[in-house]
């Protein structure tokens, strides 16, 4: 890998201390920077200003100004504060997932298996789970001393979730990352498939090894799932379900925190290293790149962004369970990225918060439209019309229709743009000698009797050439 | 216990057999174009819908005499497999066809948005709740009220009549591909399109009567899931589909006798995890052995190279 960066980028990376002093560096000197940013690019910095007070005082916005009249005034329905933190949750899982696909170029599809790794470590580590067992450890948490179970606070679980969905990406990851393309795909997602069945499943479980011995032991709350969990709180302003529109904040830290360290990821020898073994596995490996050790940090970083959105799903409901974890959170999250932009971090979020808010806002709106219309027009026909249950209906036409018309997503980045316009000739279908060596009749593509086949390795010269 | 033993196999078998019909369809389209059709599960869940349909429609019932049960299902079945044929061979052409030299995570992405489209056609037309149909062909045990033996074994006329829709389908395609002109055209694209091109073969007409076969397949399939299992639902297609490309791994992508023998071998694990192990598991031991093969064995059991792909 060492190739790939220049010395003087090595000598940066000095250790704790080094960090620390360049990040305190950074933050007395952004009025600095923001005075020659608005000097040298004047448009886009005051639009992105506008842009970063607009969120942050959204919700206040929203529960003073818009939430009253949005029946009313606006032509289209605000969301409330639950779908507003989803947002914020989905976005932090489309950052996260984006590194894995947009960055590295690994097709996952289990990704909602991480999520839910996240959810139950929450789960565990703030409910009065273990209870049950005879455990009680209460730990800078607002709840009583002595209460059942494990009660540690949101911001010590938060990092532990993502560790041990990091951890699970690396396990997972291990053994199947010598695979390529879509078989990727599969083996993620089975392991999806496989997480929330163990969540659902292990209810009475008789295990006896030395000193440890369960009988019947509930390790999961099978599937009624976990709860109550903890709300997450910061000096004691609880930021839960119930609290309104201080978890917004709390997703916007999250989302925030992603998109920083996404973006450093990006720039970094690491990110380049990705980018590199998606163009071209062979050519990144040929130039020094570990494959493996690259591919394997792709999966478990994008992996623990998945741990903090369960995080916050499970402590900002305070309950969760093995349903919330289905394929189609997968793919609800891979939809986000290709709407949004694959590879360009904005574009994912604006994805994630355009799909939420069509899914969990506009369609029931235009649900409860329908049945005033007719209400009003005294046609029952218009109440049965339930346009969410059309929102994954939508969702597949917009896959097939972006895939054929712009593959890049809205907002893309240039380098993928490229990408997705021309694939590399050896990538495009049917172009790799796939069932070149095979010996039996039966096998579609084998000329029958011919024992000399070549291996299937062999690149076809000529495709290699044409530009 | 020996009988109970024989009686899972006869489950996994007869099961096997049906997986082995929809493992076709995605070994036939994996062999030629390379793309896992995420779609298929689903257009064998709309063919089971639309052989519902028509059985319901020709008044096919329990109490008929058995030769009439018997044209009305020949007949079916033909209906079946040309519908689900043709909304095969569109779905190539709407979704796949012009992303035929885009990479390939396009058509993969395509292919998972037109399973969700599927999945809520039938959602649409047939409602969310399980489609019940009784059962038409008895659920008799052959070898006790036919044969008069004394055994706890049993097989059903279900059992003898899935085997004896998916037999004959296999035989016929097998006999399709390796011996026919259309089928040595079709091996001819799947190893090579341009090559193929180049000697005249018609590579778009080609894979299309791919997608055809393998719709009419899936279509097959599903009206033996109707008389079979005697149930459907919308979201039938996405686990079932699941298992049956599980089974096209299993007995090596590409390689239609490995598909056959693949869906076989995943019917024995179902029906041995189903009896011995607990039910709620099979799924994750299923997606267990996906995983065990892919990784420890991507070319499966009957295999072939495949080295550089997986």
Not at chain 1, 269 to 287: H, L, S, V, Y
Not at chain 1, 325 to 337: A, E, G, H, K, Q
Not at chain 2, 175 to 194: C, I, L
Request: hydrophobic share 55%; net charge neutral; aromatic share 10%.
């Amino acid at each position: 890998v060492s190739s790939l960066i220049t010395p003087v980028e090595r000598g940066q990376t000095g250790g704790v201390s080094a960090w620390t002093a360049h990040v305190l560096n950074s933050a007395m000197s952004w009025p600095d920077a923001y005075r020659s940013a608005l000097r040298e690019r004047r448009g886009r910095t005051i639009l992105l200003t506008v842009l970063v007070i607009l969120v942050f005082t959204y919700p206040l916005i929203n529960r003073y100004a818009l939430q009253p009249f949005s029946r009313n005034v606006f032509p289209l329905p605000v969301p409330d504060d639950t779908t507003v933190v989803f947002m914020l949750i989905f976005a932090a899982m489309a950052v996260g997932l984006n590194i894995v696909i947009g960055f590295a170029g690994l097709l996952d599809l289990g990704y909602v298996a991480f999520y839910a790794l996240g959810a139950y470590t929450a789960a565990y580590l703030m409910s009065p789970h273990w209870g049950s067992f005879g455990v009680s450890l209460v730990l800078f948490s607002d709840v009583p001393p002595n209460f059942p179970g494990i009660h540690l606070p949101f911001f010590i679980v938060f990092w532990l979730a993502a560790v041990v969905a990091a951890v699970f990406g690396a396990l997972l990851g291990a053994p199947t990352l010598r695979l390529r393309g879509d078989y990727l795909a599969i083996v993620t997602l089975g392991f999806g498939e496989i997480v929330p069945v163990f969540f659902k499943n292990l209810v009475n479980v008789h295990f006896e090894l030395g000193p440890i011995k369960l009988v019947n032991a509930n390790l999961t709350g099978g599937p009624l799932g976990i709860n109550p969990i903890d709300a997450p709180s910061v000096l004691g302003i609880k930021m839960g379900v119930i609290s309104g529109f201080n978890a917004v904040y709390l997703g916007l830290a999250i989302v925030l925190l992603c998109v920083v360290i996404a973006r450093n990821l990006e720039r970094s020898r690491m990110g380049r290293a990705w980018m590199a073994i998606r163009e071209d596995e062979t050519a990144a490996e040929m130039m020094g790149v570990n494959t493996v050790r690259t591919k394997l940090l792709a999966f478990a970083l994008g992996a623990s962004f998945a741990g903090f959105a369960g995080a916050m799903q499970a402590s900002y409901q305070g309950a969760t369970t093995s349903d919330f974890f289905m394929f189609s959170t997968s793919i609800l999250v891979v939809v986000m990225i290709i709407l949004g932009g694959i590879g360009n971090i904005w574009g994912v979020i604006l994805g994630a918060v355009v799909v939420q808010y069509i899914d969990k806002t506009l369609l029931a709106w235009a649900g409860a439209r329908l049945t005033e219309i007719g209400a009003a027009t005294g046609n029952p026909g218009f109440r049965d019309i339930n346009p969410s249950q059309f929102s994954f209906l939508l969702l597949g036409i917009a896959l097939v229709a972006m895939m054929r018309f712009r593959p890049e997503g809205f907002l893309p980045s240039r380098q993928r743009a490229a990408e997705m316009h021309t694939a590399p000739p050896d990538q495009a279908i049917g172009s790799a000698a796939l069932l070149d060596d095979s010996t039996g009749a039966d096998n579609l593509g084998t000329p029958a009797g011919d024992e000399e086949a070549e291996p299937a390795t062999t690149p076809d010269q000529d495709e290699e050439q044409s530009p | 216990m020996a009988e109970q033993l024989i009686q899972t196999v006869i489950i996994g078998l007869s099961n096997g057999l049906i997986y082995a019909l929809v493992a076709l369809g995605y070994t036939l389209v994996y062999g030629i174009i390379e793309l896992i059709n995420f779609a298929h599960g689903s257009v064998f869940m709309l063919g089971s819908m639309i052989a519902f349909t028509l059985l319901v429609a020709v008044g096919v019932s329990p109490g008929m005499p058995v030769g009439e049960i018997a044209l009305l299902v020949i007949i079916v079945l033909g209906v079946t497999m040309a519908l689900t044929a043709t909304l095969n061979v569109a779905i190539e052409r709407v979704a796949y066809r012009p992303l035929r030299n885009a990479p390939r995570l396009a058509p993969l992405i395509a292919a998972i948005g037109m399973d969700f489209v599927l999945q809520n056609v039938g959602l649409l037309w047939k409602g969310p709740a399980n489609l019940g149909f009784p059962d038409v062909i008895p659920n008799a045990n052959v070898l006790t009220t036919v044969l008069g033996l004394d055994t706890g074994i049993s097989i059903t006329y279900k059992q003898i009549f899935a085997v004896a829709v998916t037999v004959p389908l296999l035989v016929v395609l097998t006999w399709f591909v390796s011996k026919t002109r259309q089928g040595k055209a079709m091996r001819a694209t799947a190893q090579d399109p341009d090559t193929a091109g180049l000697m005249g073969i018609n590579v778009d007409r080609t894979i299309a009567i791919t997608f055809i076969i393998a719709g009419a397949l899936a279509g097959a399939a599903g009206l033996v899931q109707i008389l079979y299992n005697n149930t459907t639902v919308w979201s039938l297609g996405f686990r079932f589909g699941l298992n049956a490309f599980t089974s096209a791994v299993l007995g090596g992508i590409g390689n239609l006798k490995g598909a056959v023998l693949g869906g076989i071998v995943l019917g024995l694990i179902n029906a041995f995890s189903d009896r011995y192990l607990a039910a709620q598991w099979t799924n994750a031991i299923v997606f267990g052995v996906l995983i065990a093969i892919l990784v420890f064995r991507p070319t499966g059991i009957l295999g072939q190279q495949l080295a550089d792909r997986a």
